[in-house]
């Protein structure tokens, strides 16, 4: 079993979002069985999944024995003030997946990673990106040109709203599904090469 964990010390930037779309594409493009913790009171992502639109599980308590699953996705909730447990979640990851948005505040408040978890583990994430926007191209180019991206899609929202991700077999035909679904499919490559090495 693999941890993976999705953190970011910010609020609002498309960790609960990106963790759903992740798992589902682990599941339904990998065939991997995967357990989502919801490790945030807001409980957004374990509320979503009761009403029984994803592929994969999700758990609103740190399990007591090891999961039996490929993978064990952790949503985080967002700060820089990590409690020793959640210290030690993001210690023994595979993965740590950081989205950020495309500010050079956010950038740097998102170096606090490197205190968790070592670079080789890290996967940065421009998360909401808006190539049309001009600071965030020009941060892009010249702070974040390493940064995977997860575009500003209103595909990765509205799938949610509808309790499913963009891997949900009833999207397939739906706008941006493709462009997101690439998105996401690269991110979950890099994932998966990380967590294999
Ligand atoms: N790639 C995206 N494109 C467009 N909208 C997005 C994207 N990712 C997230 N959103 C929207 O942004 C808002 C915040 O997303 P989300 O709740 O996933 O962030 P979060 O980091 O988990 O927030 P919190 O820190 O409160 O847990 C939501 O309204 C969501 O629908
Ligand atoms: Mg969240």
């Not at 699953?69 to 020793?84: E, G, H, Q």
């Not at 500003?152 to 891997?167: E, G, H, P, Q, V």
């Not at 941006?176 to 990380?194: D, Q």
Request: proline share 4%.
């Amino acid at each position: 079993m693999q941890v993976i964990s999705v953190w970011s010390p910010k609020g609002g930037v498309g960790k609960t979002t990106l963790t759903a779309h992740l798992a589902d594409c682990l599941t339904v493009q990998h065939g991997k069985k995967v357990i989502a913790y919801d490790a945030d009171p807001q409980l957004a992502l374990f509320n979503t999944y009761k009403r029984g639109g994803f592929a994969f599980d999700v758990t609103d308590s740190y399990p007591s024995e090891r999961p039996n699953c490929d993978f064990f996705i952790v949503d985080f909730r967002p700060t820089a003030n990590l409690s020793s447990h959640e210290k030690t979640i993001i210690q023994n990851s595979s993965v740590v997946v950081v989205p950020v948005r495309a500010s050079r505040l956010d950038l740097d408040s998102a170096k606090a990673v490197n205190n968790l978890a070592p670079e080789k583990r890290v996967i940065n994430v421009l998360s909401c990106f808006d190539k049309r926007v001009s600071d965030q191209k020009e941060v892009r180019t010249h702070l974040a040109p390493e940064h995977e991206l997860i575009s500003y899609l209103a595909i990765y929202a509205r799938t949610m709203n509808d309790y499913k991700t963009i891997f949900t077999r009833d999207t397939d035909n739906l706008n941006g599904t493709t462009r997101a679904r690439n998105e996401v499919k690269t991110l979950v490559t890099k994932i998966l090469e990380k967590s294999n090495g």
